[in-house]
T-cell receptor
Framework: AQSVTQLGSHVSVSEGALVLLRCNYS??????LFWYVQYPNQGLQLLLK??????LVKGINGFEAEFKKSETSFHLTKPSAHMSDAAEYFC???????????FGTGTRLQVFP | EPEVTQTPSHQVTQMGQEVILRCVPI?????FYWYRQILGQKVEFLVS????????KSEIFDDQFSVERPDGSNFTLKIRSTKLEDSAMYFC????????????FGQGTRLTVV
């Protein structure tokens, strides 16, 4: 069965610092991987997705993620955090056979001035 | 920009009562989903719906739950007899395809069972 694991339920960074949110996946077939963001009192918004076209994926708001098969990882990064990046971030996986998304437990990002 | 809309944003109901959560997916989408997020926990898949029938459901989606697409625009989730543990945020989502297709989520309905 497919799954994703997000290490760290809370991450705190200073404004301008590097953001690194970790996600490891478990899949027997090449997965489709996603990062979603949830701002307070809002729904889930897609940040980026991996579909095997390129291992480095660029998303919205300056975020990017790199698919590393050898490490079964899809970590989310942003070079310089903004206050507006404070939100909950979810890694998710799906495959061709199932159209559902399987989410990780989420990481809450706090950004301090 | 097209969006998925959900109503109500917050519903409080007494244990044992029936509730219907409503969703209007993006108009040209074909696949519809319900997910839920119990406070402090991860987002969990409940059910997917395609071509007017359930395509997949999780073990959470027992006989107390049902989904319906009563017309060309609405997609509803009904809980027949609510339990305290049904308290959660319920998200509706829709996609135009499967696999790597982006799922668009609504803002959610917070259901509180008292």
């Amino acid at each position: 069965a497919q799954s994703v694991t997000q290490l760290g339920s809370h991450v705190s960074v200073s404004e301008g610092a590097l953001v690194l949110l970790r996600c490891n996946y478990s899949s027997s077939v090449p997965p489709y991987l996603f990062w979603y963001v949830q701002y307070p009192n809002q729904g889930l918004q897609l940040l980026l997705k991996y579909t095997s076209a390129a291992t480095l994926v660029k998303g919205i708001n300056g975020f990017e993620a790199e698919f590393k098969k050898s490490e079964t990882s899809f970590h989310l990064t942003k070079p310089s955090a903004h206050m507006s990046d404070a939100a909950e971030y979810f890694c998710a996986v799906s495959d061709e056979d199932t159209d559902k998304l399987i989410f990780g437990t989420g990481t809450r990002l706090q950004v301090f001035p | 920009e097209p969006e998925v809309t959900q109503t109500p944003s917050h519903q409080v109901t007494q244990m044992g009562q029936e509730v219907i959560l409503r969703c209007v997916p993006i108009s040209n989408h074909l696949y519809f989903y319900w997910y839920r997020q119990i406070l402090g926990q991860k987002v969990e898949f409940l059910v997917s719906f395609y071509n007017n029938e359930i395509s997949e459901k999780s073990e959470i989606f027992d006989d107390q739950f049902s989904v319906e697409r009563p017309d060309g625009s609405n997609f509803t989730l009904k809980i027949r007899s609510t339990k305290l543990e049904d308290s959660a945020m319920y998200f509706c989502a829709s996609t135009s395809g499967t696999g790597n297709t982006e799922a668009f989520f609504g803002q959610g309905t917070r259901l509180t069972v008292v």
